[in-house]
């Protein structure tokens, strides 16, 4: 959601630094609109970031010897990093 919200921001302070001809007194339409298309880079890296630290799993394999048929077993589980572990 952070991904589509900064390009939201960032193609709205476009429109309002290049595509608007209005001349306001009292607010600066220019330097609005570079605001908003820093702040939208600025969430898109942030989503970005959290994408790539959500996708990460880690893989665990123990191999163990069956005492029942004097054999190895081999298990792997994987855990995402918001999987509840610990519970």
Same mark, same amino acid.
């Given at each position: 959601?952070?991904? $589509? &919200? #900064?390009? %939201?921001? /960032?193609?709205? =302070?476009?429109? *309002? ?20 298309? $820093? &702040? #939208?880079? %600025?969430? /898109?890296?942030? =989503?970005?970031? *959290? ?37």
């Amino acid at each position: 959601m952070s991904i $589509g &919200a #900064g390009i %939201v921001l /960032f193609a709205i =302070g476009a429109i *309002l630094a290049f595509a608007l001809n209005v001349q306001v007194d009292w607010v600066n339409l220019d330097m609005i609109g570079y605001i908003l298309m $820093g &702040a #939208g880079v %600025v969430i /898109f890296l942030v =989503g970005l970031v *959290l994408l790539m630290r959500r996708r990460r799993s880690d893989v665990v394999t123990h191999t163990d010897v069956d005492p029942a048929t004097n054999s190895r077993v081999t298990r792997r589980s994987a855990s995402m990093p918001d999987d509840s572990a610990g519970l």
